[in-house]
């Protein structure tokens, strides 16, 4: 099915609508690949993506290339390109987190995805509390009493934002570079349970009070406190997804 019109195809090499059309494609390919519509071992061709989605021979090279940089595909001379085995895949690529969240196989995601949350966030929450800046620990407080704040209110889009902040604010302050690699991926989960409507309309006091917890334990300078109000939040992330 076609994603461009003629005008498109004749502008997309030419500083025209490529990029836009461009992404478009990868957004497309990327979800069938996760979702498992392209199983690993499909097998693609330049030729076979213009037709499709009415892209010139330019868009559909950069359109692989990017999904190669997140082995989803790999190109071999006589075989064409094909679909990769997911055991390759770079699975902490954001997008990549985004397209599985979007796929009927999201549950398997999200469980795997807390899973890997509770062994590094508690982590990161008490490496905050010994290395943290000054600015940092006043941030991660007035946070906290934002998140309170919107959440009471049930100013859901406020609230992922202050969320996000606030969670990778203490991947960066940790002082571990792994995990600050991972903000990215985090980012994405809370986006996508939010966006699919797995947020309560007000986020549950017991949730609140945890942010808060950690903020005070991160200023305090307590890293066993932090590392357990962490782990507090995402007991109560898993339970209230229901995840095994």
């Not at 001379?77 to 679909?83: A, F, K, P």
């Not at 997911?86 to 902490?92: A, C, I, L, Y």
């Not at 906290?144 to 959440?151: E, P």
């Not at 932090?226 to 109560?236: G, K, V």
Request: proline residues 4%; charged residues 25%; hydrophobic residues 45%.
């Amino acid at each position: 099915m076609s994603t461009a019109t003629p005008q498109d195809q004749d502008n997309t090499d030419d500083g025209g609508p490529a990029p836009a059309l461009q992404g478009r494609v990868v957004e497309a390919l990327g979800v069938a690949i996760a979702s498992g519509d392209l199983p690993p071992g499909s097998r693609l061709t330049l030729e076979g993506l213009q037709q499709e989605y009415g892209i010139s021979r330019t868009v559909a090279r950069d359109t692989m290339k990017v999904l190669e940089s997140m082995n989803l595909v790999y190109s071999r001379r006589r075989v064409g390109i094909v679909v990769q085995e997911r055991r390759f895949w770079n699975v902490f690529d954001p997008k990549l987190v985004r397209w599985r969240l979007a796929s009927d196989r999201r549950e398997i995601q999200y469980s795997s995805l807390t899973e890997l949350r509770i062994a590094v966030e508690p982590i990161a929450a008490a490496g905050a509390a010994r290395r943290a800046s000054a600015a940092e620990r006043a941030r991660l407080t007035s946070l906290a009493a934002d998140l309170r704040r919107l959440g009471e209110a049930g100013e859901l889009e406020a609230f992922l934002a202050a969320d996000i902040e606030f969670h990778c604010l203490l991947l960066e302050s940790c002082g571990n570079e792994m995990f600050l690699a991972l903000e990215g991926m985090v980012a994405e989960v809370l986006t996508s349970r939010t966006k699919q409507g797995l947020m309560p309309f007000k986020p549950r006091n017991e949730a609140l009070q945890a942010h808060e917890d950690v903020a005070a334990a991160v200023a305090g300078g307590d890293a066993g406190a932090a590392e357990a109000a962490m782990h507090h939040i995402l007991d109560e992330v898993r339970n209230a997804m229901g995840l095994r």
